[in-house]
């Protein structure tokens, strides 16, 4: 161990940086300021949002995109307390977001002076871990502590620190946290996994997050190849099976693929990949009550808190998904002949797929003068190049979404998952365009959510030259809200219309992006290709219908 002499605000930053951080997201607060003066020279680049929300769902979206832990900072008090909604965000996607929160100086804590707040609580239940530096020199250890757990437990961390323990003289050793494997869990479980899913007449692969997360893509292909079964994507995890393949059938949940939930429903095996079989993500749709009671499941999870934990599961594994899907390929080519027969499964596929596709194809043919939420959201997913990253917020036109979105790879659909909370999308694609430049990335709000967090952090995508592309669904109202006052309230509009929304094209002009507003699908298209070849913010406005007539739409709205 060779120990250096160091301030903790240095140990902090060093800490940082060992762990591979290059982008810390915050707002300029009195509580680090040494820490903060420190990370140019640290090769740190330090984001300044609008709100602090916007940088932990920064630092959330980055994460997400990179698979590495990422950190946002901010003022004592309030500050930390704009984090706690978008933290809770990240905590239900497990996603590994290090929240450092300077707290009141530790000679006065408990005596209510300025900006003070008992933060351990504001974030107890929804971090994986939580630790208050408790004495100056701990800083580095308690800090590598917290990348470590967020890593492994895939989930937000929070290392807290008095405000006067950024300053001092310590002598430490800096050094990177532990990268844990978790590898493929129990070889009986494997085995009886094999054994179960080389009988069924029916498989079928639920891909979930961990998919993605665990960059298990190739292995779960492989998998589903050997098996020709089915796979449907886990709820608002579009991406973590590509669309194109013979075998994808699309997401299941609100608004989601009926293939999908049609095929499900056939299973008498399910392989639920990743995925925790979240309550929300599994409910009935369009009437249907798709979840096969019936089956045998297999779940596999990197976090056994999760297995088993809202659904009857037969064989359970705690496992990193990528080595799970290895191991079991090569359990069941022990237990089988070669490749299983699809016995016609490939078929029903297709034929649930294009059932699916017409039906949904005739619903997004509905004209009209702003143009149908339907024809808008065919036409945006049509218009965004292929690989695009796009974040997905809360409501009417974020669930429609859920029907057109497809994608080719892991990492691209970055969602508010099951926190829910409207103003997600704008801050955690800030965070995956740093994270991937190479790609285009797409918020996806409603105009509601656009002024809970997307409106004023134009300016920070602005000031940061972070060229992100909002494409804001415009019906001047809270959709998904407005649908319960129709549905049980004799349209009684309380609080659900938006009807003053400003021109938000030419706001974001003023700010110094580039604007667009657009009313048909063809001027849909046109914007989004302009958006893609320009080098600088860009929100596109997008009028569309609402109220009654799309509303009573099938499924257009929250149940
Ligand atoms: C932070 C937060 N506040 C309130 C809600 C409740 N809520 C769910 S959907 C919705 C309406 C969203 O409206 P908008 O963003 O305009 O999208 P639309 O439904 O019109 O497509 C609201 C208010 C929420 N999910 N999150
Ligand atoms: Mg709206």
């Known amino acids: 161990m060779t120990n250096y002499k160091m301030t903790p605000s240095e140990a902090l930053v060093e800490t940082l940086a060992a762990e591979g951080v290059e982008t810390v997201f915050g707002i300029v607060g009195s509580a680090y300021m040494d820490a903060l003066d420190l990370f140019p020279a640290a090769g740190i680049r330090f984001v300044s949002v609008a709100h602090e929300q916007a940088a932990a769902h920064a630092a ?29 965000a990240a905590y239900w996607a497990h996603s590994p977001v290090v929240a450092i929160t300077p707290e009141t100086g530790s000679k006065g804590i408990g005596t209510g002076g300025f900006q003070e707040l008992d933060q351990m609580a504001w974030f107890q239940n929804q971090t994986i871990y939580q630790v208050r530096v408790n004495r100056p020199e701990r800083m580095a250890e308690l800090a590598r502590r917290a990348f470590y757990m967020a890593k492994l437990e895939n989930g937000p961390a929070q ?165 799970y899907a290895v191991e079991l390929l090569s359990a069941l080519r022990t237990v089988t002949d070669g490749p299983l027969e699809a016995a016609g499964r490939v078929a029903e596929i297709q034929k649930e797929k294009s059932r699916w596709q017409s039906e949904l194809d005739d619903w997004s ?84 959510a656009w002024g809970i967090s997307g409106l004023a952090e134009v300016m920070t995508a602005v000031r940061e030259n972070i060229p992100v592309i909002a494409v804001i669904a415009n019906n001047y109202e809270w959709g998904a809200e407005k649908k319960n006052q129709i549905d049980y309230y004799d349209n009684r509009f309380v609080g659900s219309n938006l009807r003053e929304n400003p021109d938000f094209a030419r706001i974001a002009r003023d700010m110094g992006a580039a604007g667009y507003t657009v009313d048909s699908p063809a001027a849909v298209r046109e914007a989004v290709a302009e958006a893609v ?27």
């Open 60 to 88: 959330d979206g980055l994460a997400r995109v990179t698979g590495r832990p990422q950190a946002c900072i901010a003022q004592n008090g309030p500050g930390a307390a704009n984090f706690v909604s978008a933290v809770t």
């Open 159 to 323: 290392l807290n620190i008095p405000r006067d323990y950024f300053y001092g003289v310590l002598e430490d050793e800096v050094y990177p946290s532990l990268d844990i494997k978790k590898g493929a869990g129990s070889k009986e479980a494997i085995g009886r996994a094999a054994e179960l899913l080389a009988g069924a007449q029916f498989p079928v692969i639920i891909a979930g997050g961990g998919v993605s997360q665990g960059d298990a893509l190739a292995e779960t292909r492989a998998l589903a190849e050997y098996l020709q079964a089915p796979v449907v994507n886990s709820y608002l995890h579009n991406d973590s099976f590509p669309a194109a393949h013979e075998l994808a059938c699309g997401p299941i949940g609100y608004c989601g693929s009926k293939a999908a939930m049609r095929l499900l429903s056939k299973a008498d095996v399910v392989l639920a990949l990743g995925c925790r079989l979240g309550p929300f993500g599994t409910l009935p749709q369009y009437d249907m009550d798709y979840w096969p009671e019936q089956a045998r499941i297999i779940q596999v999870d990197a976090n056994p808190r999760v297995l088993g934990l809202s659904k009857k599961v037969d064989v359970a594994s705690a496992a990193d998904v990528k080595e």
């Open 365 to 448: 043919a509905a004209s009209g003068d702003p143009m149908h939420p339907r024809a808008f959201l065919k036409a945006l997913a049509g218009a965004m190049p292929e690989g695009s990253i796009v974040a997905t917020d809360i409501g009417n036109n974020s669930s429609m979404a859920n029907a057109y979105l497809t994608f080719t790879d892991v990492r691209q659909h970055i969602a508010a998952l099951s926190w829910g909370n409207c103003g997600f999308a704008y801050g955690a694609a800030m965070g995956a365009r740093i994270g991937r430049p190479d790609k285009p990335v797409f918020a996806f709000q409603g105009d509601g």
């Open 533 to 559: 070849e320009k080098a600088q913010p860009c929100v596109i406005d997008a009028r569309i219908q609402g109220g009654e007539a799309v509303l009573a739409e099938p499924s257009a709205g929250m149940r």
